[in-house]
Structure formats: C-alpha cells, structure tokens
C-alpha cells in the first residue's frame, strides 16, 4: 500500500485551492441561469473565486514561513 501520509498537505492545498475557484463561479453561473442575469453574477464568481483561492496561497505561504522561523530557532537552540 502506498504511504500518502507526506503528500497530505499538498492534497489538502490542491483541493481547497480547486474548490475555492471553482464553487463561487459555478453559484454565480447557476445564479445567473436562475435569475436571467447573465453574466453579473459568474462575474462575480470569478471575481470570489480569484479572490479567495489568492487568500489561500498566502495564508498557506505565511504558514510555512512561521514553520520555518520555529525550525531555525530550534536548530538555533540545539547548536548552542
């Protein structure tokens, strides 16, 4: 059996990643099927979805630069 306990964060990302594009663009696309008001609302959509995945990449980029501060300093305090 294959071991994909290491590729978990990188699954995990790809998937909120696709999911946070992809959701508001189709609501804005159903929206607008459903309210005749094409294309305000996938406008929309993609203007959340941009939005949103732009969000995740940086919340992700600032969780790894705080992981990396903590493993300097450990390695800081092992090396003194």
Do not use: C
């Amino acid at each position: 059996m294959i071991n994909l306990r290491p590729y978990g964060r990188y699954i995990q990302f790809g998937s909120q990643l696709g999911l946070s594009m992809a959701l508001p663009i189709l609501f804005g696309h159903w929206l607008d099927a459903r309210y005749d008001t094409s294309p305000w609302f996938l406008l929309f959509g993609i203007f959340l979805g941009v939005t949103s995945s732009v969000w995740t990449v940086l919340k992700l980029a600032f969780e790894l630069n705080e992981k990396d501060k903590i493993k300097k300093q450990q390695k800081e305090r092992t090396d003194a």
